[in-house]
């Protein structure tokens, strides 16, 4: 059975860091597009960040320069770290993988960002 874990959330002050973890389980991920997506109360879900199977990355305009995805294939797991943290990065965060095989989520990870 495919699954997808994330963690590393939490709360965390303004400007504060955090890094996100999506470990994948199966044989869903070398061949996969990995991204971040997050959904805050009332709004849609949104890509916040993804990176192709030869690790070329594209982000959201509200976080680039801010948040970095990365993944290591032989570990199964894809990061988002995530830099200047904003009050209005509150949400939670999936992740998700995109492939030949189907299209797996993540049960998501609260970030809230708060003083």
């Known amino acids: 059975q495919v699954q997808l874990v994330e963690s590393g959330g939490g709360l965390v002050q303004p400007g504060g860091s955090l890094r996100l973890s999506c470990a994948a389980s199966?044989?869903?991920?070398?061949?996969?597009?990995m991204g971040w997506y997050r959904q805050a109360p009332g709004k849609q879900r949104e890509l916040v960040a993804g990176?192709?199977?030869?690790?070329?990355?594209n982000y959201a305009d509200f976080v680039k320069g801010r948040f970095t995805i990365s993944r290591r294939n032989a570990r199964n797991t894809v990061y988002l770290l995530m830099n200047s943290l904003k009050p209005q990065d509150t949400a939670v965060y999936y992740c998700?993988?995109?492939?030949?095989?189907?299209?797996?989520w993540g049960q998501g990870t609260q970030v809230t960002v708060s003083s």
């Open positions: 199966g044989r869903i991920f070398s061949d996969n597009f």
């Open positions: 998700r993988g995109l492939g030949p095989g189907g299209d797996y």
């Open positions: 990176i192709t199977s030869s690790g070329n990355t």
